[in-house]
């Protein structure tokens, strides 16, 4: 449709931009929003319409009406916040914000919410107004206030009209000023916004205060137009003073409403339902510590509760938990299961005994999703396919778990001893690598294995999002009774939903096929993801960690919150992780992003090639990764031959880690190569470091190294005691116990590929990322490692987490300002040899006056290092993943606000 908009047109882009624009005409709207989204910039003449256009049909495609989109294609992305800021404020919803926003899970207390209070907002209405709100929170994703500070300071400071207490109960705060000279003024702080000045000059906006904490708030007077600014910033810090309990808020809010909640459950029971399991996943953080505790929690929120239809739900829901508590699964050790554990087992065991085929189990890292399965499979036949590494864990925890574990390991002997042991294999339960699956030619292998009556299980299913893989082809030869996908990160958008439904019910249409899954659920139709996200949800148990688990509470004694989690303390890379490359490590960027090749053929011959580093992935069959040497060229001068002894990155590495250590923290380090990991154990060595990456793996079990039998283990109180009645140990295995139970044993140093998921390194009380992880799966699996529960090693109120973070050299920042490049054809840059700015040139020729004469910081440095462009990412991935997990957002949302970094395309070198 957009070719046909187009060849109407000429073959003129721009007059086909101006045509949609003008006519807004239905039919061309979505091919056009697609077609603009993936031509080449060679084909617009004009930056500024073509932007113009393409946010335009966005907007058309996220629900605004032909005139809105027109206005807001004017303003641009910050147009459109102010707009959806000034919906929110016109709704008067900063005080129901208030109640959630510190509350994890809020996004969806808030959707529910507003579902209920406001039945004329559609769904995408809604969701854009959850979306929003969750911005404006303070480091929900990144902030402009560093665009701000760039502006000249010419405005004269805000004035502040009102007074605002110091300490208040009150759930917002209302700030009147003057901002004479400004169009707006930006709030940023604990809340961030812009909010409009009347052409008085004067404003108001209300700010949702975080409950129970201490919220800063500041301000900046700006000029849009003008690119200008008030001097400096000012701010005050208002305590507010209740204690935060969002089940008590959601209940109070519903209340709220009277009538009309009485009404909506009147005209439709299905919204009487809906709210009673919203409800149950509200109130089963209150059963964590005790059951004894979470049924006094409810009796006194009975007791202050008078709208009877929300009292009918609580005890339904009290009834439903108090059944659960009492009934005893059989094979199951008393004791063994957390209540909300027992919760899923029981939901999962409902969904085998109705005859479905499957369920996705996605809690968050942590949760014990482990010792959940095995509660489900405790009286079952059972096939569990898992990672290399995490094959030990799922034996140690049958064992604390299970009555009689009556299980057999598959792990390291080959394919044929395998087969041949499953020939008479008599147990009922089946532990295994995920390698097992990966010779479909071998089809008894899988008959032996698993028939009609075996629940599967696979471990880290996300890994099954491959369809082409021969792990997921070997996957879907295994017959059985239910399939259980075991991931803490499902999928990152809907394609990747798809495959992994598609994996629960292959006879369903709409997940045979990309294609089949965009037509049935189209992603500008929000009627359409409504319902996906209702299917989503028969097939999904998910839990994040605080919706079942209390946090430490840091004035009470330690000893009496084993049970609950510890706190997660981020300290920013400004406080310690910062570190300025070396002069040479920053030319040598400079030198990759102007010319590749050339950088190749000057520095290869300095970057080793031996395994570790070839499964680093440096060397590739065309050359070098073009990623991996720029990560490598900070990481190790070395390989840019700077042999004067500089590391920056090292020296600040170890600040870290002995401040960590002199804390009584002992430390995880993530690395994202090999050689880094062997690096940091030979600087670390006095302190026993665990190396826990691929060469350990590869190790296999521990051996004698007289006889290369392998050692046979039992665990007591978590050590491996050498014992002739136990079994083989991995050297993984071996090493992860050192590190949590020897005290002298204060480091443990993994790559992301070994230990960033299905490990626990709960000894650990600080995390420190030497390289960024890829994403924010990754991240949140890494993050998880030693956030989880543990009782024994409950030792510290937090853990901590620090993050390396190059920067550039102000000086040689200050040189690239003065530089001139332009690129060439082909992806090399050109460098203008004369001194000052390159005179104008009169160019006839398209491609020139796109590539025209820009300073080297413009270019390539402006954006900052890797890890400060990538931290940011980060940031926005985590909330919007969850956001899209939580059915209230799509990966548009997410690629809208991912900034790429620049310097790194044609990806390898010849």
Known sequence: MAKALLNACNGNLYDAQKKIIKDGENVYYDSARRFLSQVGHALWRDWTISKKCVHFVECLAAGYSFEEAKLLADLGEEGREDVEFEQFSQLKLEEVVAFFRNQPGGEMKLKLYLQFAHKELSDEEINRIVIRSFKGLHGSGPSQLDQYLQWKP??????????????????IATLTGRASGSDCVYIYGTWRRRVPVAPDGTFTVTIPLAIGKTNEIMWLALHREKNLRSDTSKGITVQQTDKPDDVAALVKLLEQLGASLTKQIAEDPGRQEFLAECMERTLIKKFSKSFEEGEQY??????????????????????????????????????????????????????????????????????????????????????????????????????????????????????????????????????????????????????????????????????????????????RMLKHKFVINVTATLARNPVELRRMLHTLDP?????????????????????????????????????????????????????????????????????????????????????????????CRRNGKYIPK?????????????????????????????????????????????????????????????????????????????????????????????RNPLTNKPKL?????????????????????YERHMFQYIPER????????????????????????????????????????????????QTHAAVQYYQMQALYPTRFLERMK??????????????????????????????????????????????????????????????????????????NTLHQEDAKFIGLENGNGD
């Not at 993994?750 to 990322?769: D, P, R």
């Open 507 to 599: 006879g369903r249409s709409e997940f045979r096929s990309d294609e089949a899954f965009r037509k049935a659920f189209p992603s500008n139709d929000p009627a359409a993801l409504k319902q996906l996200k209702l299917i989503v949800d028969q097939y999904t148990l998910r839990f994040r960690k605080y919706e079942v688990m209390e946090e430490i509470n840091p004035e009470l004694p330690l000893e009496e919150q084993l049970h609950c989690l510890p706190k997660k303390e981020h300290i920013s890379p400004g406080v310690l992780g910062k570190f300025e490359t070396t002069e040479k490590q920053a030319q040598a960027v400079y030198e990759m992003f102007l010319d590749w090749p050339t950088w």
């Open 713 to 733: 283990f039992s665990l007591k109180e978590g050590l491996p005691i050498e014992d002739s009645n136990g079994e083989p140990m991995l050297v993984l295995d």
């Open 298 to 475: 409810v009796s006194r929120l009975l007791e202050t509760t008078k709208h009877p239809a929300l009292r009918r739900i609580i005890k339904q829901v009290l009834n439903n938990f108090e059944w659960i508590d009492a009934a005893q699964l059989p094979n199951v050790q008393e004791g063994s299961l957390m209540f909300f554990q027992k919760y899923c087992a029981y939901k999962i065991r409902q969904a085998i005994d109705s005859g479905k085929n499957g369920i996705n189990l996605c809690n968050d890292p942590g949760l014990g999703k482990t010792r959940t399965v095995w509660a489900v499979v405790a009286d079952r036949k059972a096939a569990i396919f898992t990672p290399n590494s995490v094959v030990g864990a799922w034996r140690e925890e049958a064992d604390a778990s299970l009555e009689q574990t009556d299980l057999l390991v598959l792990h390291e002997s080959g394919h044929m001893q395998r087969k041949e042991t499953l020939r008479r294999n008599h147990h009922k339960r089946i532990v295994t690598n995920v390698q097992y699956l990966r010779n479909i030619e071998d089809k008894e292998r899988f008959q032996l294995i698993s028939d009609e009556q075996t629940i599967v299980v696979h471990d880290e299913a996300h890994s099954r999002k491959n369809e082409h893989s021969e792990q997921s082809k070997g996957a």
């Open 610 to 702: 031996d395994k570790i580093h070839e499964e680093d992935g440096l060397r590739t069959k065309h050359g070098f990764a073009k990623m991996h040497a720029y990560r490598q060229t900070i990481n190790n001068p070395s390989f840019i031959n700077d042999r004067s002894g500089e590391d920056p990155k090292t020296e600040q590495m170890k600040r870290i880690v002995h401040k960590c250590i002199r804390d009584g923290r002992k430390v995880v380090l993530f690395c994202m190569y090999e050689a880094q990991a062997q690096k940091y154990a030979e600087i670390f060595e006095g302190y026993q470091p665990v190396l826990y990456i691929g060469q350990t793996s590869r190790q296999g079990y521990v």
């Open 818 to 891: 003065k530089k001139w490049v332009r690129k060439q054809e082909g992806g090399t840059w050109e460098e203008y040899e004369g001194s000052g700015r390159p005179p104008e040139e009169e160019h006839d020729d398209e491609e020139e006056q796109k590539n025209p004469w820009q300073t080297a910081y413009q270019a390539f440095f402006e954006q900052g290092t890797y890890d400060q462009v990538q931290s940011k990412n980060l940031q926005t991935q985590r909330v919007m993943f969850h956001l899209i997990n939580d059915g209230i957002a799509d990966e």
């Open 154 to 171: 010419k405005l004269p400071d805000v004035e502040i009209i009102s007074k605002i207490p110091a300490k208040t109960g009150e759930k």
């Open 746 to 793: 204060k480091i443990l140093i993994a790559t992301y590929a070994a230990g960033s998921v299905g490990s626990t390194f709960t000894a650990g009380k600080a995390t420190i990322y030497d390289d960024l992880p890829s994403d924010c799966k990754e991240d949140i699996q890494a993050e998880d490692r030693t956030h989880r529960i543990d009782a024994s090693h």
